[in-house]
């Protein structure tokens, strides 16, 4: 029953794990966007002379386009129609070039989506076509890169009609001085296009190599091509050394052309030419010495085709036929299947004579094999398959001979995956007959364990992918009664992959070409029932593989065995950490499948590698040891005591052999962090002489400053459960152990000191808090504030302070009339609620930036969790004005310039609203349910600042959460990030804009003036602060306020800034004042005197940059606003503003400034004497 339970539940999860993945990878059944894709073509037409219109045009042509990248052929029954009504279009006598290049880009988008040899099909292949298209392509300029899609689809559609069934001659002009043959211009074009640097060189290589197959090209011109391409490619033969210099490209368009000439091309034409290209690829150092990709793949294509060119197209007659390849006779194994056709014991081949060129294609193909680009030894590959398959059974066994000397520890890891395609390629041909499978199946079992350490990573995973791409092709070639002896090593080996392999992509290659030979060969053991858990989707998840999956498989007993000994000889010691990790974790979900064999086998073997040499196998083993210990109590089984001394002695052995030192020890450390962890969670030490040693393990992994930050949370992790071990000690046991950890908290000079102490004391079961928790909790409220100079910048140790404050009080739970020393009751919920309320004001600033951000985000993590756990338990003691508190402030949080912050803010705040049971004295919670309803709270991306503010904004429209919203608003509006100002200021000035609320920008201006008075010389507010107001002022929010003498708002503003400048030597904050006192220039005339004062102060201040900034803030707003000086007037004040230079020194500019006080109408400031 549980067999079939976990079973149903794997499947739930895989099905689940299926759907979320069609869902990311856009899975379609039907090429839905058809008719779309036909409306933007028809309008191409209308927009292409809009250049924004346009653009968007193509941007959703690319978009319903490359939606089915994935699945091509959806589009097929509707490519004929689309491209004709492209193409009918290009053709229209009053399309422009404009409009035609549009066109020609959405057919090229729609040859890069199904592929060029498709979309040729559905092109126009009139007679009256060529001269259309030649004409067309006559419009081009060949050597700019401007519209090369025009060049590319012409250049393709060129390779159509050039083949039509008719006489190139009968479709010369008349007049032979008039114009070239067309047979002449096809050629011409095809050579410049070979040569330029876009797209176009392809599709020439393509076409030119179609056209010289026709009759009368090749009779006429393929000679003289063939000459032309030899001789560029070697660009001066005889030894010289230019064509090392060649350009690339040229390289790279000749020798595609003839890759598909000989592909194309007859035998018998090529032969002629084909040792002088060969000994040209094989000897011209422009093509084998080239360090360009494409060359050397093209290299390789073309010289496994000149190879074919020698042989005779005649398939092997000894090659291993299956016969019928029904999956359905395979899986119903019906009597009748076709019988194997086995090779005959005579090749009737044998004789036949191989010229000595083929021997060197071979040879050039099998040392291409180890080359360093997988996508060249791909190519490689694909041509030992096509050329094996024209030779005789000799030869070809010679050929699988030289490959598995491949696969050797002294090659390379691309020489393995290099064979490994090539096993394939030969395999799925039928050219690896099975007497051969003796020797291959050990070489591709050695593949699929290929992992090769390189410094801090491996080398491996594409030699592990290719061996599965083996299996899945030895699944179709191979009868199953010829590979049945094989079937359950490669099932656990493929199996081993599928659930265990670090990559993705190799464990889902494993586990297709399992369920291929599941499929096709129907001998693998309970393979329907693990396919239908392990498939494609399923395997994605890494921890889901290692933990559910794994387990379900070693549920079958062919595989048990096999895969706890993979984890033990091969995970454990992997070089990724967090393998060895996941390895342990998934030797322990086994154990109940195999315990004997745990207990007798694999626990002597981890003993024994815990204290080894190698610090992969001791950190693997010593996790491994944990998890399995733990599991074989939980199952009831017994530790021998030989092996509990054992694992006893694993600390001090480590330590005594300096082990635990050095960044091996972290690694060290954490592992026993982790074994104690798992131990301490059984009956096997209880009272064992090790727990002191273990005690002292965890407190200097707390508070040892040297360690990293993991060991301190491994040692967190490990001591709640050790303490629980050591809960049934006496009372003044614990005493001890609670004071050590507090007065360490107190008396810390160093801050990672300080957080394994909070980290201990936040991890202290409930019988050491019992009659404790008022120590506890005062000690970790101080730790909570900045308690001296020392620790004003400690923010990561007033974090955990939080945090432990939240863990003791889930720990102790609430009773509202309980013991305030043993639980959460009326008397000490104060202090809880007050310390969270100012962690919440902690906006610490150092070079990392705002680190009292991680402080904030943790007091409402921690609050949020606290006050709905009291919710839940004891509702009467949430008083209204802690809620209110708490959900202003989370309003505040989530409109500040932070994204993580916003984020946990605005997620904390629709948490609080829709928990169950209601959280009472919520303020405005119906308003607040309006903005954000339920069942919408987990969509909305508070990250995002385009949908944050627009929602939050909003609440400025209720009291409570007025100041809050707005100070929030003020740092965002006043920020420095480009999209965080945009939205968050387009936000404000959409909801001040409203016509229909015109009170708004009263209350709003009220709250401004708050700010300024609560946060005075505060400058992480006051600057933004003048920053929004200078944006409001400017953003015609005020124009219809302008002449209200009774708005008192510009007066109360100017004096809030005067107290702000006042002795203030930041020029920063200097600039900023002036920009709002030139916004308040738009204000009647008391306000705009005041703000002129204080701008013709700014113009003879002692920084030079404040005053050059005043007097161009102050000539903008002259000249913005209508000021009612006159016209001569203004010119004049102007002219000085622009023309003086007021960086000179300030003595010389003051009777230039007084001058320019008089005309504006003011008294000219004067310094007050210094007394």
Not at 862 to 876: D, H
Request: net charge negative; aromatic share 8%; hydrophobic share 40%.
């Amino acid at each position: 029953m549980d067999s079939a339970k976990e079973k149903s539940q794997t499947e739930t999860q895989a099905q689940s794990v299926k759907k979320n993945q069609q869902k990311l990878f856009h899975v379609h059944e039907r090429f839905a966007a058809k008719d779309e894709v036909v409306s933007i073509i028809h309008s191409l037409k209308e927009v292409y002379l809009h250049q924004i219109k346009t653009e968007k045009a193509l941007e959703r042509f690319t978009f319903l386009v490359d939606e089915y990248q994935e699945q091509p052929h959806l589009v097929d029954p509707h490519l004929e129609e689309i491209v004709s009504l492209i193409l009918s279009k290009v053709c229209a006598k009053d399309c422009e070039h404009s409009h035609r290049s549009l066109l020609f880009t959405c057919l090229y988008l729609l040859t890069k989506m199904r592929g060029y040899k498709v979309i040729v099909r559905y092109l126009p292949h009139e007679a009256s076509d060529v001269e259309t298209v030649l004409d067309l392509l006559g419009e081009e300029d060949p050597s700019s890169c401007k519209n090369w899609q025009n060049k590319y689809c012409l250049v393709l559609w060129l390779s159509m009609v050039s083949m039509i069934p008719f006489d190139l001659s009968r479709l010369d002009s008349q007049d032979a001085q008039a114009k070239l043959p067309v047979m002449d211009r096809i050629l011409q074009i095809g050579k410049t296009y070979l040569c330029v640097t876009d797209k176009s060189a392809d599709a020439a290589a393509y076409m030119l190599a179609r056209f010289l197959t026709r009759p009368d090209v090749k009779k006429r011109k393929l000679k003289e091509v063939l000459e032309w391409a030899i001789s560029t490619l070697t660009a001066g033969a005889g030894g010289d050394a230019s064509a090392y210099f060649m350009p690339n490209n040229v390289i790279a368009s000749i020798m595609r052309m003839l890759a598909t000439l000989c592909k194309t091309g007859a035998r018998e034409d090529l032969i002629p030419y084909a040792s002088r290209i060969l000994h040209i690829v094989t000897h011209e150092p422009a093509i084998h010495l080239s360090h360009n990709i494409v060359i050397r793949k093209l290299g390789v294509k073309l010289i496994q085709r000149l190879g074919m060119t020698y042989l005779k197209s005649k398939v092997a007659t000894w090659r291993y036929s299956r016969g019928r390849r029904s999956l359905a006779i395979n899986l119903a194994k019906s009597p009748d299947v076709q019988q194997v056709s086995k090779p005959e014991a005579m090749d009737e081949d044998a004789d036949v004579d191989i010229p000595d060129e083929v021997e060197e294609v071979i040879e050039h193909l099998l040392t291409t094999l180890k080359d360093k680009d997988t996508i060249v030894r791909w190519s490689a590959a694909k041509g030992i398959g096509r050329v094996t398959d024209r030779l005789p059974r000799e030869l070809a066994d010679e050929i699988i001979e030289s490959l598995l000397q491949l696969f050797t520890l002294q090659e390379t890891d691309g020489a393995w995956h290099g064979g490994c395609l090539a096993l394939a390629e030969l395999g799925r041909r039928g050219l690896l007959l099975p007497q051969r499978l003796p020797e291959v199946i050990p070489v591709i079992k050695r593949s699929l364990n290929y992992d090769e350490k390189k410094g801090f990573c491996s080398i491996g995973a594409h030699v592990r992918d290719a061996a599965c791409y083996v299996c899945w092709s030895f699944a179709r070639a191979y009868e199953p009664d010829d590979f049945k002896d094989y079937a359950n090593d490669i099932a656990s080996a493929l199996l081993i992959l599928a659930v265990y392999d670090r990559e993705v992509n190799v464990r889902r290659a494993a586990s297709a070409a399992f369920q291929e030979n599941v499929g096709r060969q129907g001998n693998f053991p309970h393979g329907i029932d693990i396919v239908t858990a392990c498939d494609y989707f399923a395997v994605f998840f890494r921890a889901h593989a290692y933990l559910k999956l794994s387990k379900f498989v070693a549920g079958f007993p062919e595989y048990t065995k096999p895969l706890i000994d993979h984890l033990v000889e091969f995970k454990i010691n992997h070089w990724a950490s967090d393998i060895r990790v996941l390895a342990a974790e998934a030797l322990g979900a086994l154990v109940p499948l195999s315990a004997d064999y745990f207990t007798n086998t694999v626990l002597p073997r981890l003993l024994d590698l815990a204290i080894g040499p190698d610090l992969n196998y001791r950190h693997g083993a010593i996790y491994s040891i944990g998890q399995v210990c733990a599991a074989l109590t939980a199952d009831g089984q017994q530790v021998a005591d030989h092996h509990i001394t054992a694992i006893a002695e694993i600390e001090p052995t480590l330590r005594s052999r300096q082990l635990l030192l050095g960044l091996g020890g972290e690694y060290m450390r954490k592992a026993l962090c982790s074994l104690v962890k798992e131990l301490s969670g059984t009956e096997l030490f209880k009272g064992h002489s090790v727990i002191e040693t273990w005690q002292l393990l965890l407190d200097q992994c707390l508070t040892n400053v040297h360690l990293d930050i993991t060991v301190q949370e491994a040692a967190s992790e490990a001591l709640p459960h050790f303490l629980s071990l050591r809960g049934c000690e006496g009372d003044d046991s614990k005493e001890k152990i609670v004071r050590s950890y507090i007065d360490s908290a107190l008396s810390s000079t160093m801050e990672k000191s300080r957080i394994g102490s909070l980290i201990s004391l936040g991890a202290l079961p409930e019988p050491f808090l019992r009659h404790r928790l008022l120590t506890v909790l005062s000690a970790l409220i101080r730790c909570s504030k900045k308690l001296s100079s020392l620790d004003k910048d400690w923010a990561e140790s007033r974090r955990e302070a939080v945090k432990s404050i939240q863990k003791v009080c889930s720990t102790v739970g609430t009773q509202a009339e309980g013991d305030a020393n043993s639980c959460i009751c009326r008397v000490n919920i104060s202090e809880v609620n007050e310390a969270y309320l100012y962690g919440m004001l902690d906006y610490t600033v150092d070079s990392r930036g705002d680190v009292g951000a991680w402080v904030r985000e943790a007091c409402m993590e921690g609050m949020v969790s606290f006050t709905k756990s009291i919710a839940e338990q004891t509702p009467q003691l949430l008083s209204p004005d802690h809620v209110s508190r708490l959900c202003v402030m989370l309003a505040q949080q989530a409109c500040e310039k932070i994204d993580r912050t916003r984020n946990v803010a605005g997620t904390a705040l629709a948490s609080l609203l829709h928990t169950e049971p209601e959280i009472p004295h919520i303020p405005c919670r119906g308003q607040l349910l309006h903005l954000f309803p339920r069942g919408e709270e987990n969509q909305i991306n508070y990250v995002s600042p385009s949908v944050t503010f627009p929602k939050f904004v909003e609440l400025l429209d209720l009291e409570v959460y007025r100041y809050n919203v707005l100070l929030g608003f003020t740092v965002s509006v006043g920020g420095l990030t480009e999209s965080l100002v945009k939205y968050s200021h387009a936000a404000l000035l959409d909801y001040l804009q409203n016509p229909a609320k015109q009170e708004r920008v009263g209350y709003v201006s009220d709250s401004i003036i708050l700010i300024f008075k609560k946060n005075q010389k505060d400058d992480r507010v006051i600057i933004p602060l003048m920053k929004m107001t200078s944006q409001l002022l400017t953003g015609g929010i005020y124009d219809q306020l302008c002449t209200d003498t009774d708005f008192e708002f510009p007066l109360r503003l100017i004096e809030a800034l005067k107290e702000e400048i006042s002795r203030c030597g930041d020029p920063q904050k200097l600039l900023v004042a002036g920009e709002v006192f030139s916004g308040l220039l738009i204000f009647e005339e008391t306000v705009r005197s005041k703000s002129l004062l204080q701008l013709c102060i700014f113009l003879c201040h002692k920084f030079p940059i404040v005053r050059k900034t005043t007097a161009s803030n102050l000539y903008e707003a002259l000249m913005a606003n209508d000021l009612s000086y006159p016209e001569e007037v203004l010119d004049e004040m102007l002219a000085v503003l622009s023309d003086n230079e007021w960086d000179e020194p300030v003595e010389k500019l003051r009777p230039i400034r007084n001058n320019l006080c008089t005309q504006l109408g003011i008294t000219p400031p004067v310094m007050k004497k210094k007394v």
